[in-house]
């Protein structure tokens, strides 16, 4: 048997943690604030400071409590609330703190991404145990390097957000479940308890061990003597009881075991009641009697809300094509993509083990421990299949951030079929340890570089923004090595597009590019804005997802759709693009216009507001954002029959839409027609 000295693992084990440590330390230094981070980090700081659990509802609070720890006690300034919708009281509030506190910002982003890094080396530990203790000493050993190299979950091991807790706590609430049916005590059925709170108390995705815990225990009773099944179904079904009381009570204890969102004086913006008003009829109706009820604690709830709403209007990118709804392939082909080509095939050897006899799970100590290995295998595939399923459906599809819990069981599974069939021959042995390191060298060859990974099959990291957008490809984190490349290219003119823009200013990091605008700089207001030129002499440099257009909230506003057709002179991280020459950028210069218009307007500078609009028109006519934006600035000076023109010219350009958005925008602009 391959790696069974117990030497083997007194090297081996502690070896691979501390490379792991290693490669995700040096990772996350090199790496600029992505996109979620600053309002968790500041969230987490103000839950410590303020217990105000208002700001950042959307997740729940544990990554957020414990990367703030590091950074408690340093009397950091704040800046004072600007009582506006949520998700940019977060995101600008985050990014004040940073300013406020500037000779500071690098050095806290670095300590809060550190105690994270802690869930990292949790969750490969907690996948070598269960596995041990699952299928064996090697397939412990597989599972732990598969786990360690694995891209995706190495892309997000350091940063500040929930995505790894809650592969950790989503594989503890099924291992410590299966160890409370092995062998069931009290202490077990509270330890799983405390399991599925903290997973609950890390992402609302956790609420998903609800209906897997009682699967695992209905397989239990399946699988069962029919004289034990009613006896078996009434102790498991106490069990699953006691572990939703025990969940709700530590989720709880996570938010004060207080319901209010806010200390007292600050009202969630919008409340929950307005918030929910989006969600069908059903689901409002039982939001609210949840809240009346005080069932959870109401910033729970609110971002249960937020994941509905959230959701409905969320565009995809997969494979060069732009969605105006989720995608039911969208994660069965992101894993195809994301995975590396030795996980993909050793899960489907584990799958060609099984079928055919294969799977090793006969042991000298008889039929018990035979049981408890089927047992291991079904209770692991049905976690992962549940999950899997709830997020194919779902239809946020923004990244594969999302199905970490997934590949923490592919892991497993790899590892339990790989083992059994190396312990047949030596063919077989040979065998596996070639597709472990090509699993290695895949995910080592893209490093640091991981959040951008991409198998060999797809043409690697280079071609990943080809097919996916977002978390897949860049997500902001490429900062520190756009500086370089100004430093490479001194007094070179450069404009800069990138995605974290209007969150994250660019001077953090030294980048001194003239900014052009992004996908968000719409919808929060905050980021400096520049006048685009028509046509720029120099570089151009655009994040990838500013290019595929995933992130715009239509794909008609995207000003750089003409990028998708270039091929770019340059890569910097796989994630930004350079172009050069004269560049024409009448699209970029018209929505630049365009948003400093309607920010403008809304502080009721009405004729600078219709000056830029009238620009933002001159520079691309057929610009529905323009036209719409001139209308409104039009309106707002009254020019009526100015104002209509635009208007009717912004419906014109509607035409070309996705239906599934047209209509949305045609009500918006038809109500301010009608209102002339």
Same mark, same amino acid.
């Given at each position: 048997m391959l790696f069974n000295r117990k030497a083997w693992f007194r090297l081996i084990v502690p070896g691979l943690l501390i490379a792991q440590a290693a490669l995700i330390v040096f990772a996350i230094h090199r790496e600029s604030l992505t996109f979620d981070e600053e309002d968790h980090m500041y969230a987490g700081y103000r839950m410590w400071t303020a217990a105000d659990y208002g700001l950042n509802p959307e997740h729940p609070p544990l990554v957020k409590l414990l990367a703030a720890l590091p950074v408690l006690g340093q009397n950091f300034k704040t800046a004072p609330l600007m009582n506006i919708f949520f998700k940019?009281?977060? *995101?600008?509030?985050?990014?004040?703190?940073?300013?406020?506190?500037?000779?500071?910002?690098?050095?806290?982003?670095?300590?809060?991404?550190?105690?994270?890094?802690?869930?990292?080396?949790?969750?490969?530990?907690? %996948?070598?145990?269960?596995?041990?203790?699952?299928?064996?000493?090697?397939?412990a050993i597989i599972a732990l390097i598969l786990a360690v190299f694995e891209p995706s979950l190495l892309a997000h091991s350091g940063l500040v957000t929930t995505d790894i807790g809650c592969a950790l706590f989503f594989l503890a609430?099924?291992?410590?479940?299966?160890?409370?049916?092995?062998?069931?005590?009290?202490?077990?059925?509270?330890?799983?308890?405390?399991?599925?709170?903290?997973?609950?108390?890390?992402?609302?995705?956790?609420?998903?061990? #609800?209906?897997?815990?009682?699967?695992?225990?209905?397989?239990?009773?399946?699988?069962?003597?029919?004289?034990?099944?009613?006896?078996?179904?009434?102790?498991?079904?106490?069990?699953?009881?006691? %572990?939703?009381?025990?969940?709700?009570?530590?989720?709880?204890?996570?938010?004060?075991?207080?319901?209010?969102?806010?200390?007292?004086?600050?009202?969630?913006?919008?409340?929950?009641? /307005?918030?929910?008003?989006?969600?069908?009829?059903?689901?409002?109706?039982?939001?609210?009697?949840?809240?009346? *009820?005080?069932?959870?604690?109401?910033?729970?709830?609110?971002?249960?809300?937020?994941?509905?709403?959230?959701?409905? /209007?969320?565009?995809?990118?997969?494979?060069?094509?732009?969605?105006?709804? #989720? *995608?039911?392939?969208?994660?069965?082909?992101?894993?195809?993509?994301?995975?590396?080509?030795?996980?993909?095939?050793?899960?489907?050897?584990?799958?060609?083990?099984?079928?055919?006899?294969?799977?090793?799970?006969?042991?000298?100590?008889?039929?018990?421990?035979?049981?408890?290995?089927?047992?291991?295998?079904?209770?692991?595939?049905?976690?992962?299949?549940?999950?899997?399923?709830?997020?194919?459906?779902?239809?946020?599809n923004i990244g594969v951030r999302h199905i970490l819990?997934?590949?923490?069981?592919?892991?497993?599974?790899?590892?339990?079929?790989?083992?059994?069939?190396?312990?047949?021959?030596?063919t077989w042995a040979w065998a596996c340890v070639i597709l472990l390191a090509a699993h290695v060298a895949s995910s080592l060859s893209v490093y640091p570089n991981t959040i951008a990974y991409a198998n060999e099959a797809?043409?690697?990291?280079? /071609?990943?923004?080809?097919?996916?957008?977002?978390?897949?490809?860049?997500?902001?984190?490429?900062?520190?090595?756009?500086?370089?490349w100004e430093d490479r290219h001194p007094g070179e003119e450069c404009w800069f597009s990138y995605f974290v823009g209007g969150f994250v200013p660019n001077q953090m990091y030294g980048v001194h590019c003239h900014i052009l605008p992004n996908s968000v700089m719409g919808i929060i207001p905050a980021g400096a804005l520049e006048t685009v030129p028509p046509v720029i002499h120099g570089a151009v440099l655009l994040s990838a997802s500013e290019v595929d257009?995933?992130?715009?909230?239509?794909?008609? *506003?995207?000003?750089?759709?003409?990028?998708?057709?270039?091929?770019?002179d340059e890569e910097i991280d796989y994630g930004i693009l350079v172009y050069r020459g004269d560049i024409s950028m009448s699209d970029a210069s018209a929505m630049a216009s365009a948003l400093q218009a309607i920010r403008l307007l809304g502080a009721k500078q009405v004729q600078p507001a219709l000056a830029l609009a009238e620009q933002a028109v001159q520079a691309a006519? #057929? /610009?529905?954002?323009?036209?719409?934006?001139?209308?409104?600035?039009?309106?707002?000076?009254?020019?009526?029959?100015?104002?209509?023109?635009?208007f009717n010219r912004a419906l014109e350009a509607s035409v070309v839409m996705e239906p599934d958005r047209r209509e949305e925008y045609d009500k918006s602009i038809q109500d301010e027609l009608n209102k002339l």
């Open positions: 940019g009281e977060a *995101m600008m509030g985050g990014e004040q703190w940073m300013a406020l506190n500037d000779d500071a910002p690098r050095r806290i982003i670095f300590r809060m991404r550190l105690a994270t890094v802690l869930l990292a080396l949790a969750l490969s530990l907690l %996948i070598f145990f269960a596995t041990r203790e699952w299928f064996g000493e090697t397939a609430a099924v291992y410590s479940f299966y160890r409370y049916v092995k062998h069931p005590t009290w202490t077990r059925v509270l330890i799983a308890g405390i399991a599925a709170g903290l997973l609950l108390a890390t992402k609302h995705s956790g609420i998903l061990v #609800g209906p897997i815990l009682p699967l695992m225990a209905a397989y239990e009773v399946l699988v069962a003597p029919p004289d034990t099944r009613k006896r078996l179904a009434l102790r498991l079904a106490g069990a699953c009881a006691i %572990i939703a009381v025990v969940s709700v009570a530590v989720l709880w204890s996570f938010y004060g075991f207080r319901f209010a969102a806010r200390p007292a004086g600050l009202a969630l913006i919008p409340s929950l009641a /307005n918030y929910a008003g989006d969600l069908k009829p059903f689901e409002k109706s039982i939001v609210l009697w949840i809240a009346h *009820m005080r069932l959870l604690p109401e910033s729970y709830i609110f971002g249960l809300v937020d994941i509905r709403v959230f959701a409905k /209007n969320f565009n995809s990118f997969l494979l060069g094509r732009w969605y105006p709804h #989720g *995608m039911l392939l969208y994660f069965p082909v992101l894993i195809l993509i994301k995975a590396t080509l030795g996980l993909l095939a050793a899960v489907a050897l584990t799958a060609f083990a099984l079928v055919t006899g294969k799977l090793n799970i006969r042991f000298k100590r008889g039929d018990q421990v035979q049981l408890d290995r089927g047992r291991a295998l079904t209770y692991v595939a049905i976690a992962g299949a549940v999950f899997l399923a709830v997020a194919i459906q779902n239809g946020l819990p997934v590949f923490a069981v592919a892991v497993i599974l790899a590892a339990a079929g790989l083992a059994s069939l190396a312990a047949r021959s030596r797809w043409g690697g990291a280079r /071609n990943t923004h080809l097919y996916l957008s977002d978390s897949n490809v860049d997500w902001g984190q490429q900062l520190f090595q756009v500086k370089q257009g995933g992130v715009w909230p239509i794909k008609e *506003m995207n000003p750089y759709t003409r990028f998708q057709k270039l091929k770019p006519p #057929g /610009n529905l954002y323009a036209q719409w934006i001139l209308g409104s600035a039009a309106a707002a000076a009254g020019k009526k029959a100015e104002a209509r023109a635009a």
